[in-house]
């Protein structure tokens, strides 16, 4: 049976190759990312060490900029190493819309009843 | 497209025979897959948060992870912190295999596929160890799935344990995975497999798995070891 | 992988009868298999349903039937059913009726036979993991079937394994070797699922035939697009539920336990709460609600559309009600949980966004009586079959009203109330929407037409038991019997509703027996049914321009060409009172 329904072979080339010029600024946008990780994961290392004391005043402030830190380095995970941002923007949000709001729901719930449920 | 001699009316655009995202249905499902995956991690790691705040108390991390290999020396952090670092070194030597290719370039696409087999490697070894000094614990005992010893005023709280082992666990079995999986396609890439089908899709594939596997990582970092 | 194989396949190669019947990659043959094995499962679970409601009617009469069904395992030395043996069978038929008939048989036949054959194209975008599927469903029924039958009895915990009961061997020797196999057919029946489930999404999406945009697809396309998109975003938390579960059960982790005594010992547990294991089931476990009911109304939509000679009332209303009930699916699951000592605030917003739901289901319901509304009515036993899904789903809906409301939930909590509101609103309608999926596209399957006065015969049947069974079931609810008591008859205020009891269990094993009549209609008709025509309900969609019996990759010819959209029946401006999808517009004719 001849597939003449599929996206044949052919066509998914001219799709997603690219030249050698191209690859040259596609990787040093890779390099830059790689620093944009590393030093976001050496800040959140430092302040793991330095400022970890869960009883000190600064102590929600930390905690809310590991979690925000760890937004942003997924974001760049996921938009450029996965290559999510280059996809069609329709595309970006079918995956991404859906997960972000079950996820958060589920976040906001589960905590809540999590304080709640010994305290009966 | 083969036979499609008769004309569309004018009031739509869609021809049929192609994707409208522009992405193939293999690579497709790999990204529907991925959001799946994300879910059940997603719920491992809602549950922990869920453990957490019905806890009286919770262990803090930088006085479970202080052990560096071949030194005795408190070095909070730094060990974990080392493995996140390969792990993301092992996701841009993917990327790099993706971006060769693009270009065609088979030796490119080996090299740094091989790079990133390497590292994923070393992130499981790295978590042996890790998981070697965790349950060796401290003076409280061991670390086993029925007693904490990282929470001398509550050993009873033994979801810390339970779900060090778990979630780190279930993404450990997702490195595995994926290097056998990058193993597989290594050697497809080395006999010329894609080479021949005019494309590198499929290592395009498993590259998604794997910076999934990073991402996954990112998000057990912070919530294990610094919140 | 990928596209490359495309090109592998010959024109006319001879297909060995392994390669053509058991591992086939051809989605029609595939939908076969999945409707045969959702039938055997269902049969087990129909008899399952009968011997309980059996139990419950009479428990103090002995049945040989118990012992010719189940074995001796199940009889005590009275020949009564032995209690834990009554949770055991309420189980497993819970589980065979969710999972593997109504989301498994349903979607899994629907799906593959339509999804291809309605957007126009060759098979499923991938046949090797749609094989695959199906082969891990089958293995994933074997295995719970098999369950029945271990020594220590399966899974009795009820069909959301609630723990503690559920981990604990001491608490009911079901949770024992039983569940661990009710924990291993299920993990391959979610990879089953999430196999087909990612087929079925990139199969609308990429492989739509030229000129078949979203907005022109039948609304049965619509919903399976629906559908397996929840699937493959509920299905993933299950796996973090089971799989703490399993951790749990066989490995001494306390996810889920906290300060458990038995037979006066404490257990090694400590800390967890059972709480999270509801929370992680029932984000599954609403959506799955919808991954069994939407496919059902998917279905009735073409068939009422089709028989009414009418286009459906409110094409875009009907797709947006549909992704509505998707998105709203996801956002109600605590409404399950009324009773666990809920925050009230959560509860409160629980309350809200269910009762939401009620306002696109009133949307779908409306549409489908505004459809049939002075249309030409053709009653074929589908058509009866989706008129009384409508019923069914109202019915069931009015209760689901009085559920939603936590102040009005918890006095019925855990009665038979809500035992006839779910089966009324998603086991008789989703069901009744896979019999009238069954009549209306039985051509297309064998080329042959099934016998209409044994479907009606049929129908009239299921209709009046099915309401006999649910309809009396509320009043026995309200009288406040609890579900999954072994008797009732030890409590003197239900004395009242044993009769109501009785009555069930007789139209039970009425409804069940007339079931006989749909299997004889089935197998009969694949080989001396009357031959059907190309087209023979003179419908719209693309699966009636293929052949009478399409081979694989379905048409002769090149792909069809999709000019207008599914519903142009009964339109003025042509002479026949049905356009098919390919017609082209005429001069100065608007299509949609």
Redesign the interface.
């Known amino acids: 049976?001849?597939?003449?329904?599929?996206?044949?072979?052919?066509?998914?080339?001219p799709?997603?190759?690219?030249?050698?010029e191209a690859?040259k600024a596609?990787?040093k946008k890779?390099?830059k990312v790689?620093a944009i990780?590393?030093i976001l994961?050496?800040v959140?290392?430092a302040?793991?060490?330095f400022l970890?004391d869960?009883s000190a005043d600064l102590w929600p402030v930390v905690?809310w900029s590991?979690?925000i830190m760890?937004v942003v380095?997924?974001a760049y995970?996921?938009l450029?190493?996965?290559?999510l941002g280059d996809?069609?923007r329709?595309?970006r949000f079918?995956?991404i819309i859906?997960?972000l709001i079950?996820?958060g729901?589920?976040?906001f719930?589960?905590?809540?009843?999590?304080?709640?449920?010994?305290t009966? | 497209m083969a036979g499609h001699v008769e004309k569309v009316d004018a009031a739509t655009a869609w021809g049929g025979g192609r994707s409208p995202f522009n992405v193939t249905y293999g690579k497709m499902m790999m990204w529907f897959f991925l959001v799946s995956d994300a879910l059940t991690f997603g719920g491992f790691l809602i549950s922990l948060g869920f453990a957490k705040a019905s806890a009286d108390s919770w262990p803090i991390a930088e006085k479970v992870f202080f052990h560096f290999p071949f030194t005795h020396a408190e070095l909070p952090l730094i060990y974990v912190a080392l493995m996140t670092f390969i792990l993301i070194v092992s996701s841009v030597t993917m990327v790099l295999a993706v971006e060769a290719g693009h270009r065609m370039d088979k030796a490119g696409v080996q090299k740094w596929l091989g790079w990133t087999i390497v590292g994923g490697a070393i992130f499981l070894g790295s978590q042996a160890w890790e998981w070697y000094t965790f349950i060796n614990g401290n003076e409280h005992g061991m670390a086993t799935l029925t007693w904490n010893p990282y929470l001398p005023e509550n050993p009873g709280e033994i979801r810390y344990t339970n779900f060090f082992f778990f979630v780190t666990g279930f993404h450990g079995f997702h490195v595995f995975t994926g290097v056998i999986i990058n193993a597989v396609v290594w050697l497809q890439v080395k006999k010329g497999i894609m080479h021949e089908r005019g494309h590198y899709e499929m290592v395009e594939k498993v590259g998604l798995y794997w910076h999934f596997v990073d991402l996954v990582w990112v998000f057990v970092f912070t919530f294990f070891y610094l919140v | 992988m990928g596209a490359h194989s495309t090109h592998a396949h010959g024109h006319h190669h001879h297909e060995s009868f392994i390669t053509k019947y058991i591992f086939s990659q051809d989605h029609k043959m595939i939908s076969k298999q999945f409707l045969i094995t959702a039938m055997v499962m269902g049969v087990f679970a129909v008899i399952l349903s009968v011997l309980f409601r059996l139990q419950i009617a009479w428990p103090e009469e002995s049945f040989e039937s118990m012992k010719f069904f189940l074995g001796e395992d199940y009889v005590d030395q009275n020949g009564l059913l032995k209690p834990d043996r009554y949770l055991a069978l309420v189980t497993i038929h819970g589980t065979i009726m969710v999972f593997f008939v109504l989301t498994g048989g349903l979607s899994g036949t629907f799906f593959n036979l339509l999804i291809p054959l309605q957007v126009g194209a060759r098979d499923m975008a991938s046949g090797f993991l749609n094989m695959l599927s199906y082969w891990l469903f089958a293995l994933a029924s074997a295995v719970m079937l098999f369950s029945l039958w271990v020594e220590s009895g399966p899974a009795s915990a009820g069909w959301t394994i609630y723990p503690p009961l559920s981990i604990l061997e001491e608490a009911i020797p079901g949770s024992g070797l039983g569940m661990t196999l009710w924990l291993v057919s299920m993990t391959m029946f979610i990879a089953s699922s999430l196999l087909g489930g990612l087929n079925y999404v990139v199969t609308i999406i990429n492989l739509r035939t030229v000129g078949m945009k979203m907005t022109r697809m039948p609304l049965t396309m619509w919903a399976f697009l629906t559908t397996a998109i929840l699937g493959v975003l509920s299905f993933p938390v299950l796996v973090s539920a089971v799989a703490l579960l399993l951790m749990d059960k066989s490995f001494g982790t306390s996810f889920y336990l906290s300060d458990i005594f038995v037979g006066g010992e404490a257990l090694d547990a400590s800390g967890g709460s059972p709480i999270l294991f509801q929370h992680l089931f029932w984000f599954l476990g609403h959506p799955e609600v919808y991954i069994v009911l939407l496919p059902a109304l998917g279905i009735t939509s073409e068939i009422v559309a089709t028989n009414s000679r009418k286009p459906i009332f409110g094409y875009r209303a009907m797709i947006g009600s549909i992704l509505a009930i998707g998105f709203l699916s996801f956002i109600v699951w605590g409404h399950h949980m009324f009773v666990t000592g809920m925050n009230p605030f959560i509860g409160g917003v629980f309350v809200f966004t269910t009762l939401l739901i009620a306002i696109p289901s009133a949307v779908k319901a409306f549409n489908y009586i505004t459809t049939l509304w002075k249309g030409s009515i053709h009653y074929t036993p589908a058509m009866l079959f989706s008129i009384g899904l409508v019923s069914t789903f109202i019915t069931g809906g009015l209760t689901g009203i009085i559920l939603a409301d936590a102040t009005l939930d918890i006095p019925v909590h855990d009665t038979y109330f809500v035992v006839a509101h779910f089966h009324i609103v998603m086991g008789l309608s989703a069901i009744y929407g896979m019999f009238a999926g069954v009549y209306h596209w039985f051509p297309k399957m064998y080329g042959r037409m099934m016998n209409k006065k044994l479907g009606y015969l049929h129908f009239w049947l299921t209709m009046i038991c099915g309401y006999g069974v649910f309809f009396p079931m509320h009043f026995v609810g309200l009288a406040g019997s609890p579900r999954r008591y072994y008797s009732y008859t030890e409590f003197p205020f239900l004395d009242h509703v044993q009769d109501l009891n009785e009555v069930i269990t007789f139209f039970a094993i009425i409804g069940g027996l007339a079931q006989i009549v749909f299997f004889y209609n089935y197998f009969y008709s694949i080989w001396n049914g009357p031959k059907a025509t190309k087209n023979p309900w003179r419908s719209n969609t693309l699966e009636w321009t293929t052949p009478v019996n399409p081979g694989h990759g379905n048409w002769d010819g090149p792909l069809p060409v999709v000019h207008r959209w599914a519903y142009d029946y009964s339109n003025p401006e042509h002479e026949e009172d049905f356009v098919p999808q390919t017609v082209p517009l005429k001069e100065g004719e608007h299509g949609h």
């Open positions: 049976m001849e597939r003449d329904d599929l996206i044949v072979n052919d066509s998914y080339a799709m997603a190759n690219h030249s050698e690859g596609i990787r890779i390099w790689t990780l590393s994961t050496a959140e290392i302040m793991g060490i970890s869960r905690k590991f979690i760890t380095k997924a995970i996921v450029i190493f996965m290559h996809e069609k329709s595309f079918y995956i859906p997960y079950f996820i729901y589920m976040i719930l589960y905590l809540i009843e999590g304080f709640n449920v010994f009966y």
